[in-house]
Structures are given as C-alpha cells and as structure tokens.
C-alpha cells in the first residue's frame, strides 16, 4: 500500500448492546474518488479504498484492454496541484493506440458496487483477444476449501473495519500468492491483477483466483483476461458469468464455504466426476 493512503479512519460511534448504550471509538474503511487519466486526458473515476492507486490503475487498464502488458507504461503518477494528489493517478503510455469508442460510450464511470451499470450494450463487454485459460491445471478440492480461511487470515483492513472486499491469488498447493482489499469488489480484482502485471506474472495460468462476494460477469471476464483457470467466490454466481465461464472453458465455483461449494463449469480441473441427473 502507497505511503500514506486513507486506508481507514477513526470514528466515534453508539454502540446499542441489549440495552446497554456506549460510546466508543469505530475504525471506519476508507472510500475516495480515483481518477484515471491518459496523460491529462480523464478516462475513470471510480470510488476505492486508498492505497495501491498505481495497481488498480494498471489493473483497471489491462482488464479494459487499453493496455496488454506492464512495458505499454511508460509512467505512472499521481496528479499534482500544489501537492501530489494521490485522488488522481496519470498514466503515460508508449503507445497511443485509438481507444475503444463503444468503451467510451460509459465515460469508465465506474461505481465500486454497481459493475456493469452503465454499459451501453453486454456486448461491449465481452472483448476480444480472451484465450481459453490452461486446460492442465488442477486443484484440489480440499485445498480449494481452505482459500477462504487463508484469505480472511490476510484481510488486516476487514478485521480492523469489517466492510470491504478481497480478492486472493493461490498456487495449486494452497500457497496465498498475493491478496488486495478494496471497498469495491471489482477494484480488489483490479488491484490484484495490477499487481501481477506491474510483477510481470501475466498471464496467471497456474493460479487460483478467490473473490469476496458474488461471481459477476465481469469479476470472470477480467480473470479470464489475466488467464486464471479457476475462479471461486464465496457467493453465488450470476447467469451471464457462468455463460461466459462456460463458453470460454474457465472453471467457476459459487458458495466456497467451509467444506461445501458449487462448480457451475469447468469440473475436470477440480477432478470431480459428473453424472447424469437422475
């Protein structure tokens, strides 16, 4: 996390506990305003948790498809006025490829909570240049299921606030590779992403991706541009992610919790056995 971010603030609170009333001091989690800029030119703004601007900025960018790979950055920034302004992050890139003009029909007003509102047509949505994600790798499910707990043990801002998002990378032995905290789940995913990217780790074909929250289209599209195989969250996932898991060979799990979850696609990499309803 970039020195100095917000990443929470204190807050005094009334706490009611069966009947009992008291004062006391909150940790309340952080959640400002992101612009993203080519140049000067303002392209996002999103609201985030402060902390890892240059991540989610560069993650942001490679899941839209402005950028493929870390070496289309030149530079990056934070915006200055009389002082750096880490509420606006400025990317120089080598390239001055035309950007997307169906992209631009949404001005990237992204909201944290809202994902796809806001997209003139779905299909803008599913870009193209996505490969299908490395048919060898394998997981097992057992260790599948202690990415939650290995998750939540890496969540320092969540036990500290109890209300932001996290998105998790795993090896196929269970190793947490790298975790991000966000107020907004799609940024957590961004951040993630960005920082495999900046590490030059793209694409994550021998990686795991756990998502807080539910498996939205474009949690998976995002993932699939990254080229994980396997994709989990701890909710469930929407009709269109799994259309689009399916389609494009990414094995989705819904519900990972405890001991329990729901593979819509994708069962040969998790060495589950299929039978025919009966």
């Known amino acids: 996390m970039e020195s100095g971010a917000r990443s929470f603030e ?27 800029r080519i140049g000067k030119r303002p392209l996002s703004v999103t609201m985030r948790t402060p902390g890892d601007e240059f991540e989610l900025a560069a993650g942001f960018l490679f899941s839209e498809g402005i950028i493929h790979s870390a070496k289309d950055i030149a530079k990056m920034g934070f915006g200055k006025k009389s002082a750096p302004d880490r509420n606006v992050v400025e990317v120089e890139l080598r390239r001055r490829a035309p950007l997307n003009s169906t992209r631009l029909k949404r001005n990237f007003l992204a909201n944290s909570s809202c994902g796809l509102c806001g997209k003139a047509y779905i299909d803008g949505c599913r870009m193209q240049g996505i490969k299908r994600p490395n048919p060898r790798f394998r997981l097992d499910p057992e260790i599948l299921c202690r990415f939650p707990e290995a998750l939540r043990s890496a969540q320092e801002l969540f036990g ?44 994550l074909e021998d990686c795991a991706l756990l998502a807080s929250g539910r498996g939205g289209f474009e949690i998976i599209q995002k993932s699939l541009l990254a080229g994980v195989p396997v994709v989990a969250s701890v909710s469930a996932a929407s009709s269109l992610a799994v259309q689009l898991a399916r389609e494009c060979g990414l094995t989705l799990v819904g519900f990972l919790r405890g001991k329990r979850f729901v593979c819509y696609c994708g069962e040969e990499r998790l060495g589950l056995e299929t039978r025919p309803e009966t």
């Open 10 to 36: 204190y807050s005094t609170v009334s706490e009611w506990n069966d009947g009992k009333l008291r004062r006391r001091r909150d940790s309340l989690v952080g959640e400002e305003p992101l612009q993203i």
């Open 160 to 203: 500290r606030t109890g209300g932001l998002h996290a998105a998790a990378l795993f090896e196929a032995s269970g190793k947490l590779i790298a975790a991000r905290e966000d107020v907004g789940r799609h940024n957590a995913v961004d951040k993630l992403i960005g920082w495999a990217l900046l590490h030059g780790r793209i694409p």
